[in-house]
Nanobody
Framework: EVQLVESGGGLVQAGGSLRLSCAVSGFTSDDGVIGWFRQASGKEREGVSCISKSDGTTYYADSVKGRFTISRDNAKNTVYLQMDSLKPEDAANYSC???????????????????WGKGTLVTVSS
């Protein structure tokens, strides 16, 4: 059974930083991807970033490129999302997910994710 557990959310002032963690278990695919997604109240879920398990290739939505950094620690089976220069519009519930692929087209993250965590809430005060 694939399980993903997020942590690290909280309240931060605009311009501040947070690091989210996603502990992954049971995801044995060598060619899969792990990604971060967010959903703000009243809005559709948005792909933020993802990383390839095999070679560490990273993908970012234009809305976060240059401010967010995704990374992985294979020994700990954990994927991180370092979020810097946070803006009020970054506030959302952030979930991590595991699946087959992701890509960026037109600045947006497209993906095929089959397993999802419950999320961690990020609040950004102005």
């Amino acid at each position: 059974e694939v399980q993903l557990v997020e942590s690290g959310g909280g309240l931060v002032q605009a311009g501040g930083s947070l690091r989210l963690s996603c502990a992954v278990s049971g995801f044995t695919s060598d060619d899969g991807v792990i990604g971060w997604f967010r959903q703000a109240s009243g809005k559709e879920r948005e792909g933020v970033s993802c990383i390839s398990k095999s070679d560490g290739t990273t993908y970012y939505a234009d809305s976060v490129k240059g401010r967010f950094t995704i990374s992985r620690d294979n020994a700990k089976n954990t994927v991180y999302l370092q979020m810097d220069s946070l803006k009020p519009e970054d506030a959302a519930n952030y979930s991590c997910a595991a699946g087959d692929w992701c890509m960026v087209v037109g600045g947006y993250v497209y993906n095929a994710m089959g397993h999802w965590g419950k999320g961690t809430l990020v609040t950004v005060s102005s």
